[in-house]
Protein backbone atom coordinates (compact mmCIF):
# COMPACT_ATOMS: atom_id res chain seq x y z
CA UNK A 1 0.00 0.00 0.00
CA UNK A 2 1.24 3.60 -0.76
CA UNK A 3 2.53 5.61 2.64
CA UNK A 4 -0.41 7.91 1.96
CA UNK A 5 -3.10 5.07 1.35
CA UNK A 6 -1.24 3.94 4.27
CA UNK A 7 -1.39 7.60 6.15
CA UNK A 8 -5.44 8.06 5.47
CA UNK A 9 -6.44 4.60 6.16
CA UNK A 10 -4.75 5.23 9.61
CA UNK A 11 -6.81 8.09 10.64
CA UNK A 12 -10.35 5.85 11.04
CA UNK A 13 -8.63 3.85 13.28
CA UNK A 14 -7.74 6.47 15.90
CA UNK A 15 -10.40 6.76 18.63
CA UNK A 16 -10.63 10.58 19.01
CA UNK A 17 -10.10 11.76 14.97
CA UNK A 18 -12.44 14.12 14.54
CA UNK A 19 -11.73 16.35 11.42
CA UNK A 20 -14.55 18.62 12.64
CA UNK A 21 -12.53 19.72 15.63
CA UNK A 22 -8.87 18.68 15.76
CA UNK A 23 -6.93 19.90 18.71
CA UNK A 24 -3.76 21.90 17.57
CA UNK A 25 -1.21 19.39 18.55
CA UNK A 26 -3.08 16.42 17.14
CA UNK A 27 -3.35 17.92 13.56
CA UNK A 28 0.45 18.78 13.51
CA UNK A 29 1.15 15.34 14.26
CA UNK A 30 -1.64 14.35 11.28
CA UNK A 31 0.32 16.43 8.76
CA UNK A 32 3.11 14.95 9.89
CA UNK A 33 2.24 11.10 8.21
CA UNK A 34 1.81 13.37 5.29
CA UNK A 35 5.28 15.03 4.63
CA UNK A 36 7.74 12.44 2.41
CA UNK A 37 10.20 15.30 1.54
CA UNK A 38 11.43 15.69 -1.81
CA UNK A 39 14.40 13.61 -2.81
CA UNK A 40 15.62 16.08 -6.28
CA UNK A 41 19.05 17.51 -5.80
CA UNK A 42 20.69 20.50 -7.58
CA UNK A 43 23.90 21.72 -7.10
CA UNK A 44 24.03 25.76 -6.89
CA UNK A 45 26.65 28.52 -6.59
CA UNK A 46 26.98 29.68 -3.13
CA UNK A 47 25.29 32.63 -3.55
CA UNK A 48 22.30 30.75 -4.73
CA UNK A 49 22.32 28.46 -1.70
CA UNK A 50 20.56 31.24 1.22
CA UNK A 51 17.36 29.10 3.06
CA UNK A 52 18.38 25.78 0.39
CA UNK A 53 18.71 22.22 2.15
CA UNK A 54 22.02 20.50 2.24
CA UNK A 55 21.46 17.39 0.36
CA UNK A 56 24.42 15.45 2.07
CA UNK A 57 26.52 15.97 5.22
CA UNK A 58 28.86 17.97 4.63
CA UNK A 59 32.47 16.92 5.52
CA UNK A 60 35.14 19.62 5.77
CA UNK A 61 37.32 19.09 2.85
CA UNK A 62 39.97 21.12 5.47
CA UNK A 63 41.60 22.68 8.34
CA UNK A 64 40.01 25.99 9.56
CA UNK A 65 41.80 28.13 10.15
CA UNK A 66 44.38 26.15 7.65
CA UNK A 67 47.47 27.36 9.72
CA UNK A 68 48.29 28.70 13.20
CA UNK A 69 48.26 32.86 13.50
CA UNK A 70 48.29 35.68 15.23
CA UNK A 71 45.24 37.34 17.34
CA UNK A 72 47.06 40.31 18.11
CA UNK A 73 49.06 42.79 16.85
CA UNK A 74 52.79 42.12 18.61
CA UNK A 75 55.82 40.01 18.58
CA UNK A 76 55.82 35.97 17.79
CA UNK A 77 58.66 34.20 19.53
CA UNK A 78 59.64 31.35 21.62
CA UNK A 79 58.32 30.73 25.51
CA UNK A 80 61.49 29.18 26.37
CA UNK A 81 63.26 32.87 25.75
CA UNK A 82 61.52 34.84 28.14
CA UNK A 83 63.91 34.16 30.74
CA UNK A 84 64.95 36.56 33.80
CA UNK A 85 63.68 40.00 34.84
CA UNK A 86 63.05 42.09 31.55
CA UNK A 87 64.01 39.73 28.88
CA UNK A 88 65.40 41.17 25.90
CA UNK A 89 65.18 40.12 22.11
CA UNK A 90 66.05 40.80 18.76
CA UNK A 91 63.74 41.40 16.05
CA UNK A 92 64.93 39.64 12.97
CA UNK A 93 61.87 39.91 10.50
CA UNK A 94 57.79 40.21 10.28
CA UNK A 95 54.96 38.50 9.02
CA UNK A 96 52.26 40.08 7.89
CA UNK A 97 48.37 38.76 7.11
CA UNK A 98 48.79 37.10 3.41
CA UNK A 99 52.83 37.25 4.11
CA UNK A 100 54.33 34.80 6.45
CA UNK A 101 57.59 34.87 7.67
CA UNK A 102 60.00 32.58 5.53
CA UNK A 103 62.96 32.63 8.01
CA UNK A 104 64.16 30.50 10.89
CA UNK A 105 64.79 31.88 14.48
CA UNK A 106 67.89 31.57 16.63
CA UNK A 107 67.95 31.51 20.50
CA UNK A 108 66.72 35.54 21.80
CA UNK A 109 64.99 36.66 18.76
CA UNK A 110 61.19 37.56 17.66
CA UNK A 111 59.63 38.82 14.50
CA UNK A 112 57.01 41.37 14.39
CA UNK A 113 53.81 40.10 13.97
CA UNK A 114 50.20 41.30 12.95
CA UNK A 115 46.36 40.28 13.67
CA UNK A 116 45.76 37.25 11.16
CA UNK A 117 49.48 36.22 10.21
CA UNK A 118 50.90 32.66 10.25
CA UNK A 119 52.77 31.95 13.52
CA UNK A 120 56.57 31.48 12.75
CA UNK A 121 57.48 27.73 12.55
CA UNK A 122 59.42 28.17 15.95
CA UNK A 123 57.19 30.77 17.76
CA UNK A 124 54.81 29.26 20.54
CA UNK A 125 53.66 32.43 22.17
CA UNK A 126 52.38 36.18 21.06
CA UNK A 127 53.17 39.31 23.10
CA UNK A 128 50.91 42.09 22.39
CA UNK A 129 52.82 45.38 21.32
CA UNK A 130 51.34 46.90 24.03
CA UNK A 131 53.45 44.79 26.81
CA UNK A 132 57.14 45.56 25.50
CA UNK A 133 59.45 48.21 24.96
CA UNK A 134 60.86 48.79 21.70
CA UNK A 135 64.62 49.95 21.35
CA UNK A 136 65.90 49.94 17.98
CA UNK A 137 66.11 45.90 16.44
CA UNK A 138 65.49 45.48 20.67
CA UNK A 139 62.73 44.08 21.90
CA UNK A 140 61.84 43.97 26.12
CA UNK A 141 59.33 41.65 27.20
CA UNK A 142 57.95 42.75 30.62
CA UNK A 143 56.14 39.65 32.51
CA UNK A 144 53.28 37.48 32.90
CA UNK A 145 53.18 35.55 29.49
CA UNK A 146 51.70 31.96 28.77
CA UNK A 147 53.04 29.52 26.38
CA UNK A 148 50.70 29.48 23.22
CA UNK A 149 48.99 33.02 24.25
CA UNK A 150 47.63 34.94 21.49
CA UNK A 151 47.95 31.96 19.21
CA UNK A 152 44.98 30.53 16.94
CA UNK A 153 45.92 27.01 16.28
CA UNK A 154 45.31 25.04 12.79
CA UNK A 155 41.68 23.56 12.73
CA UNK A 156 40.64 25.00 15.69
CA UNK A 157 37.38 26.09 14.02
CA UNK A 158 36.87 22.72 11.79
CA UNK A 159 39.18 19.92 11.53
CA UNK A 160 39.62 18.11 8.12
CA UNK A 161 37.14 15.23 7.64
CA UNK A 162 35.09 16.09 10.60
CA UNK A 163 31.09 16.72 10.21
CA UNK A 164 30.08 20.04 10.04
CA UNK A 165 26.80 20.26 9.01
CA UNK A 166 24.41 17.66 8.34
CA UNK A 167 21.95 16.54 5.63
CA UNK A 168 18.93 18.52 6.17
CA UNK A 169 20.46 21.68 7.63
CA UNK A 170 18.96 24.95 6.44
CA UNK A 171 21.44 27.47 5.09
CA UNK A 172 21.86 30.90 6.59
CA UNK A 173 24.03 33.81 6.48
CA UNK A 174 26.34 31.49 9.01
CA UNK A 175 26.39 28.60 7.20
CA UNK A 176 27.16 30.43 4.01
CA UNK A 177 30.13 32.12 5.57
CA UNK A 178 31.12 28.82 6.69
CA UNK A 179 31.20 27.02 3.40
CA UNK A 180 33.15 29.67 1.91
CA UNK A 181 35.65 29.43 4.95
CA UNK A 182 36.24 26.02 3.72
CA UNK A 183 37.07 27.17 0.16
CA UNK A 184 33.43 25.37 -1.15
CA UNK A 185 32.20 27.49 -4.03
CA UNK A 186 28.99 25.48 -4.87
CA UNK A 187 26.61 22.93 -2.71
CA UNK A 188 24.45 20.18 -3.29
CA UNK A 189 20.83 21.17 -2.26
CA UNK A 190 17.11 19.26 -2.50
CA UNK A 191 15.34 21.00 -5.22
CA UNK A 192 13.23 24.26 -4.46
CA UNK A 193 9.79 23.52 -3.16
CA UNK A 194 7.04 24.63 -5.27
CA UNK A 195 3.95 26.37 -3.94
CA UNK A 196 1.13 27.65 -5.77
CA UNK A 197 -0.88 30.45 -3.81
CA UNK A 198 -4.12 31.90 -4.22
CA UNK A 199 -6.80 33.59 -2.68
CA UNK A 200 -10.73 33.07 -2.92
CA UNK A 201 -13.38 36.05 -2.42
CA UNK A 202 -15.44 38.22 -4.60
CA UNK A 203 -14.99 41.21 -2.33
CA UNK A 204 -11.41 40.65 -3.39
CA UNK A 205 -9.22 44.10 -4.97
CA UNK A 206 -6.16 44.53 -6.34
CA UNK A 207 -3.25 46.99 -4.01
CA UNK A 208 -3.02 49.46 -6.83
CA UNK A 209 -6.60 49.69 -7.82
CA UNK A 210 -9.44 52.08 -6.46
CA UNK A 211 -11.58 50.13 -4.50
CA UNK A 212 -15.32 49.89 -5.19
CA UNK A 213 -18.44 49.52 -2.47
CA UNK A 214 -17.93 46.85 -0.52
CA UNK A 215 -14.54 45.78 -1.58
CA UNK A 216 -11.22 45.03 -0.03
CA UNK A 217 -7.75 44.77 -0.43
CA UNK A 218 -6.08 41.18 -0.72
CA UNK A 219 -3.59 41.28 1.75
CA UNK A 220 -3.33 37.44 2.47
CA UNK A 221 -1.10 36.51 -0.78
CA UNK A 222 1.28 39.45 0.17
CA UNK A 223 1.54 37.97 3.54
CA UNK A 224 1.51 34.64 2.62
CA UNK A 225 4.45 35.69 -0.41
CA UNK A 226 6.35 37.25 2.11
CA UNK A 227 6.40 34.33 4.52
CA UNK A 228 7.14 31.57 2.14
CA UNK A 229 9.77 33.78 0.46
CA UNK A 230 11.85 34.15 4.10
CA UNK A 231 11.58 29.28 3.89
CA UNK A 232 13.05 29.63 0.48
CA UNK A 233 10.04 28.39 -1.58
CA UNK A 234 9.61 28.68 -5.44
CA UNK A 235 5.93 30.55 -5.62
CA UNK A 236 3.33 30.32 -8.16
CA UNK A 237 1.36 33.16 -7.51
CA UNK A 238 -2.19 32.57 -9.38
CA UNK A 239 -3.77 35.62 -7.94
CA UNK A 240 -7.30 36.23 -6.85
CA UNK A 241 -10.00 33.78 -7.78
CA UNK A 242 -13.47 34.22 -7.67
CA UNK A 243 -16.11 32.66 -5.17
CA UNK A 244 -17.30 30.35 -8.20
CA UNK A 245 -17.10 26.66 -7.95
CA UNK A 246 -15.83 25.73 -11.58
CA UNK A 247 -13.15 28.61 -11.42
CA UNK A 248 -11.98 27.67 -8.27
CA UNK A 249 -12.60 23.63 -9.38
CA UNK A 250 -10.22 24.50 -12.09
CA UNK A 251 -7.72 26.81 -10.16
CA UNK A 252 -6.63 23.70 -7.43
CA UNK A 253 -6.28 21.02 -10.30
CA UNK A 254 -4.36 23.67 -12.33
CA UNK A 255 -1.97 24.39 -9.47
CA UNK A 256 -1.76 20.71 -8.36
CA UNK A 257 -1.06 20.04 -11.70
CA UNK A 258 2.22 22.50 -11.47
CA UNK A 259 2.78 22.74 -7.58
CA UNK A 260 3.85 20.11 -4.66
CA UNK A 261 2.02 22.09 -2.55
CA UNK A 262 -1.30 24.82 -2.73
CA UNK A 263 -2.33 27.23 -0.13
CA UNK A 264 -5.67 28.77 -0.60
CA UNK A 265 -7.11 31.59 2.09
CA UNK A 266 -10.45 31.87 2.44
CA UNK A 267 -13.40 30.01 1.37
CA UNK A 268 -13.06 27.46 4.05
CA UNK A 269 -15.86 28.34 6.52
CA UNK A 270 -19.22 27.28 6.34
CA UNK A 271 -21.06 30.19 3.97
CA UNK A 272 -22.67 29.85 1.11
CA UNK A 273 -20.15 30.31 -1.29
CA UNK A 274 -17.41 28.75 0.78
CA UNK A 275 -16.60 25.68 -1.96
CA UNK A 276 -13.41 25.10 -0.58
CA UNK A 277 -13.77 22.05 1.34
CA UNK A 278 -16.30 20.68 -0.78
CA UNK A 279 -13.64 20.70 -4.04
CA UNK A 280 -11.24 18.93 -2.01
CA UNK A 281 -13.61 16.33 -0.94
CA UNK A 282 -14.80 16.22 -4.47
CA UNK A 283 -11.12 16.18 -6.28
CA UNK A 284 -8.76 14.81 -3.71
CA UNK A 285 -9.27 14.20 0.26
CA UNK A 286 -9.77 15.84 3.31
CA UNK A 287 -7.64 15.05 6.63
CA UNK A 288 -9.66 17.77 8.50
CA UNK A 289 -10.76 21.14 8.18
CA UNK A 290 -11.78 22.91 11.33
CA UNK A 291 -8.89 22.88 14.17
CA UNK A 292 -9.82 23.96 17.97
CA UNK A 293 -7.96 26.85 18.08
CA UNK A 294 -8.39 31.21 17.65
CA UNK A 295 -7.96 32.44 15.75
CA UNK A 296 -8.10 29.67 12.09
CA UNK A 297 -10.56 27.50 13.56
CA UNK A 298 -11.44 26.73 9.87
CA UNK A 299 -8.29 25.18 8.43
CA UNK A 300 -8.33 22.59 5.72
CA UNK A 301 -5.44 20.39 5.31
CA UNK A 302 -6.16 17.25 2.98
CA UNK A 303 -3.72 16.22 -0.34
CA UNK A 304 -5.40 16.40 -4.50
CA UNK A 305 -3.00 13.61 -5.99
CA UNK A 306 0.17 13.73 -4.57
CA UNK A 307 0.27 17.59 -4.14
CA UNK A 308 -0.65 18.73 0.00
CA UNK A 309 -3.39 21.16 0.08
CA UNK A 310 -4.05 24.10 2.84
CA UNK A 311 -6.92 26.02 2.80
CA UNK A 312 -6.06 28.51 5.20
CA UNK A 313 -8.91 30.63 6.75
CA UNK A 314 -10.10 34.03 4.99
CA UNK A 315 -8.99 36.01 8.10
CA UNK A 316 -5.95 37.97 7.64
CA UNK A 317 -4.37 37.30 11.11
CA UNK A 318 -6.02 33.53 10.68
CA UNK A 319 -3.69 32.97 7.19
CA UNK A 320 -0.94 34.34 9.58
CA UNK A 321 -1.14 32.09 12.82
CA UNK A 322 -2.20 28.98 10.80
CA UNK A 323 0.86 29.34 8.57
CA UNK A 324 3.20 29.89 11.62
CA UNK A 325 1.28 27.12 13.44
CA UNK A 326 0.98 24.67 10.99
CA UNK A 327 2.43 25.11 7.09
CA UNK A 328 6.05 26.33 8.04
CA UNK A 329 7.04 23.24 9.67
CA UNK A 330 5.46 21.34 7.51
CA UNK A 331 7.02 23.11 4.15
CA UNK A 332 10.29 22.77 6.25
CA UNK A 333 10.25 19.12 6.11
CA UNK A 334 9.21 18.41 2.62
CA UNK A 335 11.90 20.67 1.73
CA UNK A 336 14.21 17.80 3.59
CA UNK A 337 15.09 19.70 7.10
CA UNK A 338 14.35 18.67 10.27
CA UNK A 339 12.63 21.14 11.76
CA UNK A 340 12.61 21.67 15.37
CA UNK A 341 9.42 22.24 18.18
CA UNK A 342 9.20 25.77 18.29
CA UNK A 343 10.99 27.15 21.32
CA UNK A 344 8.12 28.74 24.09
CA UNK A 345 9.21 29.86 27.33
CA UNK A 346 6.96 31.69 30.20
CA UNK A 347 6.61 34.99 31.25
CA UNK A 348 3.69 37.48 33.12
CA UNK A 349 0.80 38.45 31.19
CA UNK A 350 0.96 42.17 32.24
CA UNK A 351 -2.92 42.97 30.61
CA UNK A 352 -5.82 40.98 31.99
CA UNK A 353 -6.96 37.81 29.13
CA UNK A 354 -10.26 38.14 27.51
CA UNK A 355 -10.96 34.23 26.49
CA UNK A 356 -13.63 31.46 26.68
CA UNK A 357 -12.64 28.08 27.25
CA UNK A 358 -12.78 25.14 24.60
CA UNK A 359 -10.25 25.91 22.25
CA UNK A 360 -6.61 27.17 21.87
CA UNK A 361 -5.33 30.93 21.66
CA UNK A 362 -2.52 32.60 20.07
CA UNK A 363 -3.08 35.82 21.00
CA UNK A 364 -0.71 38.58 19.55
CA UNK A 365 1.73 40.01 22.39
CA UNK A 366 4.55 42.56 22.68
CA UNK A 367 7.34 41.20 24.88
CA UNK A 368 9.69 43.40 27.04
CA UNK A 369 11.27 43.77 30.77
CA UNK A 370 10.08 45.48 33.13
CA UNK A 371 12.78 47.85 34.87
CA UNK A 372 13.09 44.73 37.53
CA UNK A 373 14.43 43.05 34.52
CA UNK A 374 11.83 40.30 34.46
CA UNK A 375 10.58 39.31 31.03
CA UNK A 376 7.07 40.35 30.88
CA UNK A 377 4.21 40.26 28.08
CA UNK A 378 1.47 42.56 26.96
CA UNK A 379 -1.46 41.83 24.60
CA UNK A 380 -1.63 44.14 21.71
CA UNK A 381 -5.24 45.48 22.49
CA UNK A 382 -7.95 44.22 20.12
CA UNK A 383 -7.59 40.04 19.16
CA UNK A 384 -9.84 40.18 16.17
CA UNK A 385 -8.79 37.98 13.01
CA UNK A 386 -9.47 40.72 11.45
CA UNK A 387 -7.37 42.77 12.93
CA UNK A 388 -3.72 42.69 10.92
CA UNK A 389 -2.26 45.77 12.80
CA UNK A 390 -2.32 43.65 15.88
CA UNK A 391 0.42 41.62 14.53
CA UNK A 392 2.43 44.45 13.29
CA UNK A 393 2.59 45.69 17.12
CA UNK A 394 3.84 42.23 17.98
CA UNK A 395 6.20 40.40 18.41
CA UNK A 396 5.37 37.19 19.64
CA UNK A 397 2.56 34.89 20.28
CA UNK A 398 0.60 34.15 23.31
CA UNK A 399 -0.11 30.59 23.45
CA UNK A 400 -3.33 30.23 25.81
CA UNK A 401 -4.60 26.36 26.59
CA UNK A 402 -7.68 25.07 25.55
CA UNK A 403 -9.05 25.24 29.26
CA UNK A 404 -7.95 28.60 29.84
CA UNK A 405 -10.60 31.46 30.54
CA UNK A 406 -10.78 34.87 31.31
CA UNK A 407 -7.57 36.16 33.77
CA UNK A 408 -6.98 38.99 35.86
CA UNK A 409 -3.39 40.86 34.85
CA UNK A 410 -0.10 38.32 36.36
CA UNK A 411 -0.98 35.34 34.80
CA UNK A 412 1.60 33.46 34.09
CA UNK A 413 1.35 32.86 30.05
CA UNK A 414 3.55 30.29 27.70
CA UNK A 415 4.95 32.79 24.93
CA UNK A 416 6.59 31.84 21.64
CA UNK A 417 8.61 34.76 19.69
CA UNK A 418 8.18 35.37 16.06
CA UNK A 419 11.33 35.41 15.14
P1 LIG B 1 -13.85 33.79 4.30
O1 LIG B 1 -13.09 32.75 5.04
O2 LIG B 1 -13.66 33.69 2.82
O3 LIG B 1 -15.26 33.83 4.73
O4 LIG B 1 -13.21 35.17 4.73
C1 LIG B 1 -13.21 35.59 6.08
C2 LIG B 1 -12.90 37.06 6.17
O5 LIG B 1 -11.59 37.31 5.66
C3 LIG B 1 -13.81 37.95 5.35
O6 LIG B 1 -14.02 39.12 6.08
C4 LIG B 1 -13.03 38.23 4.09
O7 LIG B 1 -13.40 39.40 3.44
C5 LIG B 1 -11.62 38.29 4.63
N1 LIG B 1 -10.66 37.92 3.58
C6 LIG B 1 -10.74 36.81 2.81
N2 LIG B 1 -9.72 36.76 1.96
C7 LIG B 1 -8.97 37.87 2.18
C8 LIG B 1 -7.76 38.36 1.60
N3 LIG B 1 -7.14 37.71 0.64
N4 LIG B 1 -7.26 39.51 2.08
C9 LIG B 1 -7.90 40.17 3.09
N5 LIG B 1 -9.02 39.74 3.68
C10 LIG B 1 -9.57 38.60 3.23
MG1 LIG C 1 -14.61 34.41 1.20
Same mark, same amino acid.
Given at each position: ??????????????????????????????????????????????????????????????????????????????????????????????????????????????????????????????????????????????????????????????????????????????????? *? #? +??? %?????????? =?? $?? /?? @????????????????????????????????????????????? *? #? +??? %?????????? =?? $?? /?? @???????????????????????????????????????????????????????????? =?????????????????????????????????????????????????????????????????????????????????????????????
Amino acid at each position: MELQQLAFSKLETLDDYDPNSMPVEQARQLIQHFLHPLEQQETVPLHAALHRTLAHDLLSPMNVPPHDYSAMDGYALRFADLTGERPRLKRVGSSFAGHAFEGQLAAGECVRIMTGAPIPHDCDCVVMQEHVQVEGDTVVVGGGHRPGQNVRLIGEDMKQGETVLARGHRIRPVEMGLL *A #S +LGI %SEIAVYRKLK =VA $IF /ST @GDELQLPGKPLAAGQIYDSNRYSLFGMLSELGADILDMGNIRDDR *A #S +LRN %SLLDAASQAD =VI $IT /SG @GVSVGEADYIKELLAEIGEVVFWKIAMKPGRPLAYGKIGSCHFFGLPGNPVAVMVTFHQF =VRDALRRLMGQYPKTALTFRAVCVTPIKKAPGRAEFQRGILSRNDSGELVVHTTGNQGSGVLSSMSKANCYIILPVSQGNAEAGLSVEVQLFD
